[in-house]
């Protein structure tokens, strides 16, 4: 699919065609009613990655074409940013262009947006970093309102901080977020709304406590939090983590414990394979898991986890790859029933899609 026309005729069709395509390939299920959340047609995408091009004395953001070429060509707008990301891009390559310090060996530059306004710009370089370049980007943070961090080869200069705060309209309530620059973040705030809504909606009643996998930032666990007595949630990375712990305190979420581990090796601490430091704080023995929440990486649950999800009464999948999903339902349905099925339009344009399932044991 290739974002040239933006109609909503030519978006309807499009997204008509992955629910097809989604009916077909889980047709081996017993699926109920799958609810399709729409995408925004426009200025849906709050972060972005642009390769810089020089030609002479001019800079542009480009892109390459996927053909054996790879060749560059311009990017002079992006519909499928943010507006503030489309107004940033111009005003920032006016500055780019008329400053050598800027412009000289500039390699990429990474927007991140927020609905609440706030935007932070990383630009990337093939040079070392020095005070001069600090004392030009902080001159351009005040001129564009923005915050900037500086990357080189072992550099990371921040100007004057590495986060947005970002503000989620979920089930009636509002959520902040710390998003830190090179951290994943859902892309598409509307439709990340969608999801932490429709998860919330359909957990309530579950009651007893949630263990959590893949927990990011706590993106999913802040709202999930409310239909649990006590939460689990566990991420490996590191920088994820704090900015899970900053979420549950900025928000005042206070049934939450985070762990710094892997599914791999919280699924041995679950069997008593193997003690770990990383969860010294926390008493196993203390939860009643009744449901547990995935939102896996792209090569999906392997087969030891998948095993252990089947151990709770109730599942909740968040999918961004619906061919490891299927793979994983069919060991999954063994056990479990599917009781609701969504998708949603996280990548308009695209083939890409993302699933919600909610499993019940039989």
Not at 160 to 179: C, F, M, P
């Amino acid at each position: 699919m290739t974002p040239t026309d933006f109609s909503t005729a030519s978006y309807q069709a499009q997204l008509a065609t992955k629910l097809a395509k989604i009916q077909q390939d889980f047709a081996e299920f017993s699926l109920p009613d799958i609810t399709v959340f729409a995408s925004p047609e426009k200025h849906y995408r709050m972060r972005a990655e642009f390769r810089v091009w020089h030609q002479q004395e001019r800079t542009e953001y480009v892109m390459f074409t996927q053909d054996e070429f790879k060749r560059p060509y311009p990017i002079h707008e992006f519909p499928i940013g943010s507006a503030l990301m489309n107004e940033l891009m111009q005003r920032l390559l006016i500055e780019i262009n008329s400053d050598e310090l800027l412009r000289h060996k500039l390699y990429q530059v990474d927007f991140l947006t927020t609905q609440s306004g706030k935007a932070l710009v990383t630009l990337i370089y093939h040079k070392a970093l020095n005070e001069e370049w600090i004392a030009r980007a902080q001159i351009l943070k005040q001129q564009l309102g923005i915050d900037i961090v500086g990357r080189s080869r072992k550099q990371r200069l921040l100007v004057e901080r590495d986060h947005v705060i970002e503000r989620l309209q979920v089930a009636g309530r509002e959520y902040s977020y710390q998003q830190v620059e090179a951290s994943f973040t859902q892309p598409n705030a509307t439709i990340c709304e969608a999801m932490l809504s429709w998860a919330v909606e359909n957990s309530k009643g579950l009651s007893g406590d949630l263990l959590e996998l893949y927990c990011g930032n706590g993106n999913f666990t802040l709202p999930l939090a409310q239909n649990f007595g006590k939460v689990l949630a566990t991420e490996v990375s590191k920088t994820s983590v704090e900015s899970a712990q900053f979420n549950i305190a900025a928000n005042k979420v206070e049934n939450i414990q985070i762990a710094r581990m892997s599914s791999e090796e919280f699924s041995q601490a679950m069997d008593g394979v193997r003690e770990f430091n990383r969860l010294r704080h926390v008493n196993l023995a203390e939860y009643n898991f009744t449901t547990i929440f995935v939102d896996p990486p792209r090569a999906g649950l392997d087969p030891h986890t998948t095993s252990i999800t089947q151990r709770f009464d109730n599942i909740l999948y968040i999918s961004c790859n619906p061919d490891t999903l299927r793979e994983n339902l069919r060991t999954i349905t063994q056990t479990h029933q599917i009781k609701a099925f969504a998708i949603f339009d996280q990548f308009p344009y695209t083939h890409h899609v993302e699933c919600g399932v909610v499993l019940q044991k039989k």
